[in-house]
C-alpha cells in the first residue's frame, strides 16, 4: 500500500504532461503538451516512440543522462503517453527492485515482464453499455483487516434500448476497481471472465462532469447482452500469475506479490507464441523504465543484460542524475555507475539545464496544473530557487506556499509564502550538506 502512494506521488508531480509536443516532422515545440524547452530530447524520444510503434525497438535499451530536475523523468512519462494505452508502460525505481519479499532479480524480471503487453482478439460473449449503476460490498481484507476489499459488486449497465443489472463475485469487483471503474464509463465486460475493456466516457456523462481526457463515445443500442469480437491486453506478467496461481487459494484475492517459477514463465512464452502463430494475438512490446539507476548493482545489470536477450523483451529506458560513479557492488568506477558492456549498447539522450525562463514557465504551468493563482513577485522568487538550487525542489514549494495563502484566506500565492515555504523545508542538497556536517560534528565528538 505504502509503495503504491509513493507511485502516485512520484507521478503527481507530472500531472501536466500530455505528451512530448512534437509536430508531424517530429520537432518540439517550443511549449506543447505540457512540455517546455528541451528540444533535442524530446525530438529523440519522439523517434523512439515511432520506433516502438513500429515495434523495432525490442530488447534494446535507452539511457536518459542529465543533471538533477532536467526533466529525465518528466520525458519518460511523456512517452508513456504518446505510447497510448494499450502498449504498456512501467515505471519503476531501482530501490523498488530490493526488497524482502522477493529477490532481486525475481522483482526485476517481474518488472520486466509486466512491459510486455499481448493483444487477444476473440469472439465472446460480452456485455456492453454505459455504467448507470456500481456498488461495491467492501468488507476488511482478510490478509490485512486495515484494508477493505470488496466482497461483491452490482453492476448495472444500460443501451439505448436496454438496461439490466449484474452481480458479480470479489475477483471481478477488484478488477474493476483496478480498472478505475466509474459511472459514465461504457464499458465492455466479457461475460465469463469478467475482464473489462473501457471504450471511453458516454456523451452523457461528458456534459454532466466535464472530464479532461477520457475519449468520449456513443451510448451503444440494442441488447446490453451480445456476441462479438473482444480485443483486450494482457501482459506477460498477467500470464505468469494465472498460470502460477492456478487452483491455490491466491485465486480468490488476485495474489499478492511473490516468486514464479521458472518453468511457469517458460509455459507461458510456448502459451503466447502458439497464440500468435495462431493469428489469435499480436506481442506489443512495451517500455520499462528504471529510475535512479546508480541504485542498481552489477548482479541485476548482468541479469538485465541477459533478460534483454530473449525474444520476448520490452524496451528499458534507464535514467542517471550521476556522472561517474561506483557500479554498486563492486569497486570500478564508470560513467553513470553503469557497467560499459551495458553503456556500449545503449542509446543515449542528454539533458540540459534550463534556462531562467525555462524554469519560470514550467512553474507556471505548474500552477495552472494545480489551480493556483502566484504573484509576479512570488513567481520570481520561485524561478530564483529554481535556478539557484533545482527545479524539482521550486516544484515541491508550491503546494506548502499554497497552503500558507490559504491560511492567510488569501487565494493567491505571495511572495511572503514563498519565503515561508523555503525557510522550513530544505532542497536535497541543503539536507545532505546539513547531515555532512552533523556527522563531522559526532566524529569529532
Ligand atoms: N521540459 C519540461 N517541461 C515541463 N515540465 C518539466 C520539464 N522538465 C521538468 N519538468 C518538471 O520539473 C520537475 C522536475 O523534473 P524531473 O523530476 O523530470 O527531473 P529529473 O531530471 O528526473 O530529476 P532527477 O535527476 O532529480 O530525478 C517535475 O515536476 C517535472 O515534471
Ligand atoms: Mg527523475
Same mark, same amino acid.
Given at each position: 500500500?505504502? /509503495?503504491? +502512494? !509513493? =507511485?502516485? *506521488? =512520484?507521478? &503527481?508531480?507530472?500531472?501536466?504532461? =500530455? &505528451?512530448? !509536443? +512534437? $509536430?508531424?516532422? +517530429? /520537432?518540439?515545440?517550443?511549449?506543447? $503538451? !505540457? +512540455?517546455? !524547452?528541451? #528540444? #533535442?530530447? /524530446? *525530438?529523440?524520444a519522439g523517434v523512439i516512440v515511432r520506433l516502438i510503434k513500429e515495434g523495432k525497438m525490442a530488447g534494446r535499451g535507452i539511457l536518459l543522462a542529465g543533471p538533477p530536475g532536467t526533466g529525465k523523468t518528466a520525458i519518460a512519462v511523456a512517452i508513456s503517453k504518446e505510447l497510448g494505452k494499450d502498449v504498456p508502460f512501467v515505471q519503476v525505481s531501482a530501490s523498488e527492485f530490493y526488497s524482502a519479499e522477493m529477490k532481486k532479480t525475481e522483482a526485476l524480471i517481474q518488472a520486466m515482464r509486466k512491459a510486455i503487453g499481448v493483444r487477444i482478439r476473440e469472439q465472446r460473449v460480452v456485455l456492453e453499455g454505459e455504467v448507470v449503476g456500481l456498488d461495491y460490498n467492501m468488507i476488511p481484507n482478510p490478509y490485512n483487516p486495515t484494508q477493505k476489499i470488496p466482497e461483491s459488486a452490482t453492476l448495472t449497465l444500460a443501451t439505448k434500448d436496454e438496461k439490466r443489472s449484474f452481480s458479480v463475485g470479489s475477483r471481478v469487483a477488484m478488477y474493476f476497481l483496478s480498472q478505475n471503474v466509474e459511472i459514465g464509463d461504457v464499458i465492455i465486460v466479457d461475460k465469463e471472465t469478467g475482464r473489462v475493456s473501457k471504450l471511453g466516457k458516454s456523451e452523457k456523462a461528458r456534459k454532466k462532469f466535464d472530464i479532461g481526457e477520457d475519449e468520449v463515445v456513443p451510448v451503444p443500442s440494442g441488447k446490453v447482452e451480445k456476441e462479438r469480437e473482444f480485443t483486450y491486453v494482457l501482459t506477460l506478467h498477467d500470464f505468469d500469475e494465472a498460470n502460477a496461481r492456478r487452483g491455490s487459494i491466491f485465486s480468490l484475492f488476485g495474489g499478492g506479490s511473490r516468486e514464479i517459477d521458472n518453468e511457469v514463465r517458460q509455459a507461458v512464452d510456448e502459451q503466447v507464441k502458439r497464440l500468435i502463430e495462431e493469428g489469435r494475438a499480436e506481442l506489443l512490446p512495451g517500455v520499462l523504465f528504471i529510475d535512479e539507476t546508480h541504485l542498481m548493482d552489477i548482479e541485476l545489470f548482468a541479469f538485465m543484460n541477459r533478460a534483454t536477450e530473449s525474444e520476448m523483451a520490452p524496451i528499458i529506458i534507464l535514467a542517471s542524475n550521476r556522472g561517474f560513479a561506483k557500479i554498486r557492488g563492486t569497486d570500478i568506477v564508470a560513467p553513470h555507475g553503469i557497467p560499459l558492456d551495458l553503456l556500449d549498447r545503449l542509446l543515449i539522450i542528454t539533458t540540459e539545464q534550463y534556462s531562467r525562463d525555462e524554469i519560470k514557465t514550467i512553474l507556471e504551468i505548474r500552477a495552472v496544473e494545480m489551480g493556483v493563482t502566484i504573484s509576479d513577485e512570488a513567481i520570481e522568487k520561485l524561478t530564483d530557487i529554481g535556478e539557484k538550487m533545482s527545479l524539482r525542489y521550486a516544484v515541491q514549494l508550491l503546494a506548502p506556499a499554497n497552503e500558507f495563502a490559504k491560511l492567510r484566506n488569501s487565494g493567491k500565492i505571495e511572495l511572503q509564502d514563498v519565503e515561508r515555504a523555503a525557510s522550513i523545508f530544505s532542497d536535497v542538497s541543503q539536507s545532505s550538506e546539513y547531515l555532512k556536517r552533523w556527522e563531522e560534528k559526532m566524529l569529532g565528538m
Open positions: 500500500m505504502i /509503495r503504491e +502512494l !509513493g =507511485r502516485f *506521488e =512520484r507521478i &503527481g508531480a507530472h500531472s501536466h504532461i =500530455r &505528451g512530448l !509536443g +512534437l $509536430d508531424e516532422n +517530429l /520537432r518540439a515545440k517550443d511549449v506543447a $503538451d !505540457g +512540455l517546455v !524547452g528541451q #528540444k #533535442k530530447a /524530446r *525530438e529523440a
